[in-house]
T-cell receptor
Framework: KQEVTQIPAALSVPEGENLVLNCSFT??????LQWFRQDPGKGLTSLLL?????REQTSGRLNASLDKSSGRSTLYIAASQPGDSATYLC????????????FGSGTRLLVRP | DAGVIQSPRHEVTEMGQEVTLRCKPI?????LFWYRQTMMRGLELLIY????????DSGMPEDRFSAKMPNASFSTLKIQPSEPRDSAVYFC????????????FGAGTRLSVL
């Protein structure tokens, strides 16, 4: 059974710092991996999607990498800002499903001014 | 497009009452998902519809939960009778089924069952 783990559960950093969020999954048979952002009281917003054949994806100050063989992904946030404060979730889509997403429990990020 | 619209945003009810949550998907999206989010269990898929047909309801916790999608513009999740352990945030998400299948989430309904 696929399990997705995110460490740490919470992270507090000063503004301007570069940071890395981690996601690990137990079954490498995945179609893709997504990183989402969730603001308090709001739904999830997709940030980056990495197909299983890709190594990384970039969007602005965000860079996500994928090492499928080791079951790991990282989300790198450069020059963090207070507006980056949110919960970040990763989710994998199993190879045998056209629709299912298995979510991690998220990392709650606080960027202090 | 206004995105996925869920109502109500907050619902407080007493144990035993019927609760109906509503979702209006993004126009043109043919897949709809209902999720439940709790601190203990995280985000769980309850049911998945494709072209208004329920495809996977294996995540529906028990018979007290039911979901319908009478047309491409509307879906409901009903809990009858509600119990305190049903307290959670319920999300609706929609997508166009395809290679990427990026899901777009509504803002959620926070349900409190007293």
């Amino acid at each position: 059974k696929q399990e997705v783990t995110q460490i740490p559960a919470a992270l507090s950093v000063p503004e301007g710092e570069n940071l890395v969020l981690n996601c690990s999954f137990t079954d490498s048979a995945i179609y893709n991996l997504q990183w989402f952002r969730q603001d308090p009281g709001k739904g999830l917003t997709s940030l980056l999607l990495i197909q299983s054949s890709q190594r990384e994806q970039t969007s602005g100050r965000l860079n996500a990498s994928l090492d499928k063989s080791s079951g790991r992904s990282t989300l790198y946030i450069a020059a963090s800002q207070p507006g980056d404060s949110a919960t970040y979730l990763c989710a994998v889509r199993p190879l045998d499903s056209s629709y299912k997403l298995i979510f991690g429990s998220g990392t709650r990020l606080l960027v202090r001014p | 497009d206004a995105g996925v619209i869920q109502s109500p945003r907050h619902e407080v009810t007493e144990m035993g009452q019927e609760v109906t949550l509503r979702c209006k998907p993004i126009s043109g999206h043919n897949s709809l998902f209902w999720y439940r989010q709790t601190m203990m269990r995280g985000l769980e898929l309850l049911i998945y519809f494709n072209n208004n047909v329920p495809i996977d309801d294996s995540g529906m916790p028990e018979d007290r939960f039911s979901a319908k999608m009478p047309n491409a513009s509307f879906s409901t999740l009903k809990i009858q009778p509600s119990e305190p352990r049903d307290s959670a945030v319920y999300f609706c998400a929609t997508s166009i089924l395809g290679a990427k299948n990026i899901q777009y989430f509504g803002a959620g309904t926070r349900l409190s069952v007293l």
